[in-house]
């Protein structure tokens, strides 16, 4: 499956440090997103980043793409209780039956930001 | 504000019944989605449609219907022969079905057994 696997599966952190969660792949790309998911609600896009770029930032998120090791890291930097939630990472490179590309969702990190 | 309606937010089955799901959106995006997720799991694709009165399964479609007579409106039926339907429903969608767009999503219903 080229579904993305994040990891660690869990983080606990003090508010303040900075969270690092890596997404690993299994095949080539051409978009990965990263999404957000706070308990009991829907997911939130985050970043999207396209295979040709290296590095995405927007506000205390920093994503990276590494193609050649098929990876890509979301960095949050001074982290809030806010900030607890599960993030997920989606690829494509998946085609459905009619031609399509598939995003395919990780099973995500949970990340516990303690104030 | 535009936006993702899922209703309700909770909702029970008893055996041998149907249960609809309403996902309505705002937004004037053309693709739609329907994901299952269990705890600890990633979201995994049901059906989607690219246009109005056009849909297509997706990974575990077995048990559940949908229609898109609407550009709005994408309701989901988990059908009595869904054996296992007790999960967190999300509702998705996107401008265009392509990998470059983002997914905007509903706040979910999950779905229980009585």
């Known amino acids: 499956s080229q579904q993305g696997e994040e990891d660690p599966q869990a983080l606990s952190i003090q508010e303040g440090e900075n969270a690092t969660m890596n997404c690993s792949y299994k095949t080539s790309i051409n978009n990965l997103q990263w999404y957000r998911q706070n308990s009991g609600r829907g997911l939130v896009h985050l970043i999207l980043i396209r295979s040709n770029e290296r590095e995405k930032h927007s506000g205390r998120l920093r994503v990276t793409l590494d193609t050649s090791k098929k990876s890509s890291s979301l960095l949050i930097t001074a982290s809030r209780a806010a900030d607890t939630a599960s993030y997920f990472c989606a690829t494509d490179a998946e085609w459905d039956q009619g031609g399509s590309e598939k995003l395919v969702f990780g099973k995500g990190t949970k990340l516990t930001v303690n104030p | 504000d535009g936006g993702i309606t899922q209703s309700p937010k909770y909702l029970f089955r008893k055996e041998g019944q149907n249960v609809t799901l309403s996902c309505e959106q705002n937004l004037n995006h053309d693709a739609m989605y329907w994901y299952r997720q269990d705890p600890g799991q990633g979201l995994r694709l049901i059906y989607y449609?690219?246009?109005?009165?056009?849909?297509q399964k997706g990974d575990i479609a077995e048990g559940y219907s949908v229609s898109r007579e609407k550009k709005e409106s994408f309701p989901l039926t988990v059908t009595s022969a869904q054996k296992n339907p007790t999960a967190f429903y999300l509702c998705?969608?996107?401008?265009?079905?392509?990998?470059?767009?983002?997914?905007?999503f509903g706040d979910g219903t999950r779905l229980s057994i009585l």
């Open positions: 449609s690219q246009i109005v009165n056009d849909f």
């Open positions: 998705a969608s996107s401008i265009v079905r392509r990998s470059n767009q983002p997914q905007h």
